[in-house]
């Protein structure tokens, strides 16, 4: 098997290309090597391109340009905000080159479920590193072992104080972008956690948001999501939340998991039937590293990387229905009917 390093386009050098991205592809350096950058931003391409030894020939100002300079590129990796990834993801993989794109690929449903539909599973992959925690991780391999019973019910409750400051050319676009917000920024690591903890897919959303005036993007999300198996998951999400205490857990038949957060455990309360059976040791590293990781094997071996469009197809369609269920006051079925308002 070819080892040479696997060539990295890395689109978008903003925030969390710096604190995630970027140590991760140092970490993993003997499987991939960064070999160009792009961003609109010059002292964002810049500052990541000196960061990642990217000779300046290989610096570009967006994809366009990279595209026509003609590097050798074996997977473009997309960070950009979600209004400018869809044109870039288009126009890579019509250049015949594999795409890593930060979720959400889109906050469109109807354009999620289009790109689902075109794109051909192996060239590309959307990043859902939540699935990657160590603590997520943990739970999912001590629910897998059967000891503690059956689920019963999700809290993925983590209000923040304030939105993730970008670092280019827009860096509040969170806000400013009324489609982007904490429901698709922050709440759509969760539904895609809860499908996978509860292993069942989301069928019915409840849920009610806020804004800090009209126009703006959501900042405060409260959702109840009914799993397809009588699972009910807790999902919250803020930006408006000082010192908010995140509440993860995992509640069974038999015991009670507490997830601590990327690189922690996943920890069992005492008397609970978890409690008595030690955790095996999982490797400890960011999530992006374990993500990246699994992708470039995956790609070693011609296999499918990463979630799929389809995945993130599925969780906007949840959050479409929690934006829905906001605005109506009542249920939605993900078969697209609008249950009755409740009784008043
Ligand atoms: N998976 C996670 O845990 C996680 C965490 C944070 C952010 N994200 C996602 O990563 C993406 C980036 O978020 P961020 O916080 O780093 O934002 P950011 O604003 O800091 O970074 C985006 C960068 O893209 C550049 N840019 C914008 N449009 C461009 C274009 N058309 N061509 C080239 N460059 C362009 C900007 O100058 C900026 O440097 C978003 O999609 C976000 O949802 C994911």
């Not at 792009?38 to 030894?53: E, P």
């Not at 008595?276 to 040791?281: G, H, L, Y």
């Not at 590293?289 to 995945?311: H, K, M, W």
């Amino acid at each position: 098997m070819n080892r040479d390093p696997i060539r990295v386009a890395l689109i978008g050098c903003g925030a969390i290309a710096e604190l995630g991205h970027a140590p991760a592809l140092s970490a993993l350096a003997d499987e991939a090597r960064v070999t160009s950058v792009v961003d609109t931003a010059d002292h964002r391409r810049n500052l990541l391109g000196s960061r990642l030894g990217v000779p300046a020939a290989h610096r570009h100002h967006d994809v366009d340009v990279l595209l026509a300079a003609g590097d050798p590129v074996d997977l473009a990796v997309l960070v950009l905000p979600p209004r400018s990834t869809p044109y870039a993801l288009s126009a890579l993989l019509e250049a015949g080159t594999r795409v890593l794109a930060e979720k959400p690929m889109t906050t469109d449903v109807t354009e999620a479920a289009l790109i689902a539909d075109r794109a051909r599973r192996h060239e590309l992959g959307v990043v859902h590193n939540y699935l990657h925690r160590s603590d997520v991780r943990q739970a999912l391999a001590r629910l897998g072992e059967g000891q503690g019973g059956e689920v019963r019910f999700l809290r993925l409750e983590q209000p923040d104080s304030g939105h993730f400051p970008g670092a280019g050319d827009s860096p509040h676009w969170r806000r400013s972008d009324a489609a982007a917000g904490c429901l698709v920024d922050n709440a759509y690591h969760w539904v895609y956690v809860a499908t996978e903890l509860a292993a069942s897919p989301v069928v019915r959303v409840t849920a009610r948001t806020a804004r800090p005036e009209e126009g703006a993007a959501v900042d405060l999300a409260l959702i109840l999501l009914e799993h397809a198996n009588g699972v009910l998951s807790s999902v919250q999400s803020s930006w408006c939340a000082p010192s908010a205490v995140p509440v993860l857990e995992v509640h069974t038949t038999r015991g009670t998991l507490r997830l601590e957060g990327d690189c922690g455990p996943c920890t069992a309360l005492p008397s609970t039937a978890f409690a008595s059976v030690p955790a095996r040791e999982a490797a400890v590293e960011p999530s992006y590293t374990a993500l990246y990781r699994e992708v470039f094997a995956a790609l070693r071996d011609g296999r499918p990387f990463a979630a799929s469009a389809d995945d993130c197809a599925t969780v906007l369609r949840v959050l479409t229905a929690a934006d829905t269920s906001a605005r109506t006051g009542g249920s939605v079925s993900l078969d697209g009917l609008v249950a009755a308002r409740p009784a008043t």
